[in-house]
């Protein structure tokens, strides 16, 4: 069967005439349009600015001189749109060029407050305004990274709308709960390519590093017709900066100590966590290299809670304005990580009982990935994106006779093919393509299995009027897992935009996603910190049915609000069970629904020199079968924060009301989350300085997980410079 999904998708991408008119597009001269991109007022290029062509596929990015350049331009008049983070957007109409003819033209930028204009790619697979796009959507920029001074990217995700994370793994509209790093419902990608985990469907932000994330889009929803499974809650797109042709080092250093309570206290050894990053970026026989190598270090807050980290990461891209784009990438990394489980008592909660003293594992990962554009046209467009992801995981746990040393490992080799059109004069922006991945799973725990993933997909985005557009788009996806039963599932999705003024844009959709159980998670069989888990081979794919209603507005200039309530029905839906008190299993929830609002707002004054941030999550999740909420959700979730004198000064607040249910210690109290981090910024002799104090107040707080403690107050210092 898994055949046929291979041959339709084939038979897609080669439809006849369809892939010849692509080449034959994407072939021909045209006019070419290059142009600079400024500030207004200092008259400096504008880096990283999104030129469009509208009603074409064709688009750039600027450089740090604000250059931009599109080649292949049919003869015509169009309208040159740009969009800058930070900035108003400008567009350039009736700009007409001929067959063979180069045209220079300037573009100069007025700034607006930060923050307020968002350009994505991840919702269509192609460069739109945040407010046109039909779905969820919000963008975390490198300035709003930089700012927030985080070590990983998951510590600033937490602010953007819809985003929880619990143990360290993201969850959007309580799509997750608490996984513990298995079957992720949010899709986590780099540059476009899946990342997660190969056996179990794992997000690991701590692989990935900082210094050349360009912007991190989070699409909120399900988003299966066009990602498939692990997109049943959303997807996070961490996509990274082009290489420009100005060689580049930067580094970057970090140190943070944290401040035990005394009545908590475990240790009398001061524990810390330091880290480095250095990265070069430069032109190598015309060809565009980035190298990083980085290192991070950290004692943990709680006892066996230390973490060892060498990371690498290179990339290969094609000059800017190449004719046929292409880039290629590698990640690298190696982690030994304390196994910190549950606290050793209610007074000792930064201590583990001595039977697990000393569990640890220790994790390779290879993640490569790149992206070709055989065909470049105005209306035709063919990307082929390959990936390997590899990693292997050994635990160690030395006081554990039942389960000793687990090991397994996982290769996960995969790509899609995607082409996009641009039909009826620019109105239907079709996107066609197919995804397949071979997986290989060999684990003295969870056995040797083979997984097949294999799709094909469509969407249509139509532009009905100036004020109408629709969306229609389906997927059908084919999972087979050795040892489990295949599955066929099919993902349709329909939506409608209406904007009734510059000012305001509504959004209605409705989706299915789906998600095939992990390896992990169907197959595990083991004993870990004294809990049974044995496998359900019989487990079965889940899926939902969710439904939205949005609106974005700028009321006023400098002034950015979001809304949408949301319902999301489940069928099948994956999580733990108990067996009895010391075994557990995965099993399917019959049905379970989540629904809730979700609430942003922006604004900024004095041209950034004050600006507010807050978000608010409103979940109602129910068990339907037997009328309890879900385990680990909030049923209010709140953000805040306030940035002065252009980010140099900084507050942050989190809120999380009580968990509601829980699994394994229902009786223990619960309570609320309320975390407060204060941040510092100074630049001297070129170097960019930043203080920060993450829990300010001091709070203690069960972190989501029943019997594990939240972090202390840190005090830390980072050091970043680039020249």
């Not at 990274?240 to 009398?268: E, K, M």
Request: glycine fraction near 10%; charged fraction near 20%; aromatic fraction near 8%.
């Amino acid at each position: 069967m898994t055949r046929g999904v291979r041959a339709l998708g084939l038979l897609l991408l080669t439809f006849p005439g369809v892939t010849a008119r692509a080449v034959a597009q994407g072939e021909r001269g045209g006019a070419v349009i290059t142009g600079t991109v400024t500030d207004r007022e200092s008259d400096s290029g504008v880096d990283g600015a999104v030129v469009l062509l509208r009603g074409t596929l064709l688009h750039s990015r600027t450089t740090e001189r604000g250059r931009f350049l599109l080649n292949g331009v049919p003869p015509g008049t169009y309208t040159l749109t740009v969009l800058a983070f930070g900035y108003s957007p400008d567009s350039l109409p009736g700009l007409a060029v001929a067959d063979g003819e180069t045209r220079d033209v300037a573009v100069a930028l007025v700034r607006a407050a930060v923050g307020l204009t968002d350009v994505v790619v991840t919702a269509t697979r192609a460069p739109e305004r945040g407010e046109e796009s039909g779905a969820s959507v919000s963008v975390l920029s490198r300035q709003g990274l930089t700012r927030r001074n985080v070590t990983t990217l998951d510590q600033a995700l937490v602010y953007e709308p819809g985003v929880t994370v619990n143990a360290g793994q993201i969850d959007i509209r309580g799509s997750t709960g608490l996984a513990r790093g298995v079957g992720s419902r949010v899709l986590l990608m780099l540059d476009g390519h899946p990342i997660l985990s190969g056996d179990g469907g794992e997000t690991d932000f701590e692989s990935l590093p900082l210094l050349d994330v360009d912007r991190v889009e989070v699409v909120r929803g399900a988003y299966s017709a066009l990602y498939g499974s692990n997109a049943l809650g959303g997807v996070v797109n961490a996509l990274t900066t082009a290489i420009d042709s100005t060689p580049v080092t930067t580094a970057r250093l970090h140190f943070g100590t944290w401040q035990q309570p005394d009545r908590y206290r475990f240790t009398n050894h001061q524990l810390d966590e330091r880290g480095f990053g250095l990265q070069r970026s430069q032109q190598l026989g015309g060809v565009g290299a980035r190298v990083f190598l980085g290192r991070e270090v950290s004692d943990g807050f709680r006892q066996d809670d230390a973490h060892d980290a060498w990371l690498a990461r290179a990339k290969l891209a094609s000059p800017a304005g190449s004719v046929h784009p292409w880039d290629v990438y590698g990640v690298w990394a190696r982690e030994d990580l304390g196994e910190f489980f549950t606290w050793r008592s209610e007074s000792q909660p930064f201590e583990v009982d001595s039977a697990t003293r000393n569990d640890h594992e220790i994790d390779y990962k290879l993640l490569t990935g790149a992206s070709f554009t055989p065909v470049v046209g105005a209306a035709t467009l063919l990307r082929v994106s390959p990936y390997v992801n590899y990693n292997s995981v050994q635990n160690d746990f030395p006081n554990d006779t039942i389960s000793g040393r687990n090991n397994h490992r996982a290769a996960r080799l995969g790509g899609t093919v995607d082409l996009s059109l641009r039909l009826g004069s620019g109105a239907h922006a079709v996107d066609l393509g197919t995804d397949v991945a071979h997986t290989v799973v060999t684990s003295n725990f969870l056995g040797s299995h083979h997984i097949n993933d294999d799709a094909v997909f469509a969407q249509d985005v139509v532009r009905l009027s100036d004020r109408w557009d629709g969306s229609l788009g389906a997927r059908l996806d084919y999972h087979q897992a050795t040892g489990g039963r295949p599955v066929w599932s099919p993902s349709p999705k329909v939506g409608l935009t209406f904007r009734p003024g510059s000012r305001l844009s509504t959004r209605m959709s409705v989706a299915h996603g789906f998600r095939s159980p992990s390896a992990i998670e169907q197959f595990v069989n083991t004993t870990q910190f004294g809990i049974r888990v044995i496998p359900n081979p019989d487990l079965k794919s889940e899926r939902v049915w969710s439904t939205e209603a949005g609106v974005t507005s700028t009321p006023l200039p400098g002034l950015r609000m979001d809304a949408a309530a949301f319902q999301s029905e489940y069928r099948d839906l994956i999580a733990p069970c108990s067996v009895n008190f010391s075994t557990y299993t995965f099993c399917n929830l019959n049905r379970a629904r989540v629904r809730g609002l979700d609430l942003s707002v922006k604004t900024g004054w004095a041209e950034d020199l004050l600006s507010l941030e807050g978000t608010y999550l409103l979940l109602d999740s129910k068990d339907l079968d037997t009328a309890l909420p879900l385990p680990y959700r909030s049923r209010h979730n709140i953000t805040g924060t306030v940035n002065a004198l252009r980010g140099l000064v900084g507050l942050d607040l989190r809120f999380r009301s009580r968990v509601q249910q829980v699994l394994q210690y229902p009786l223990d109290p619960r309570g609320d989350i309320t975390v407060v981090d204060l941040r510092v910024g100074y630049r001297v002799a070129g170097i960019a300085l930043q203080a920060k104090v993450t829990n300010l107040f001091q709070a203690f707080y069960v972190d989501v997980q029943e019997r594990t403690p939240g972090a202390p107050r840190q005090v830390s210092l980072t050091a970043f410079r680039a020249f």
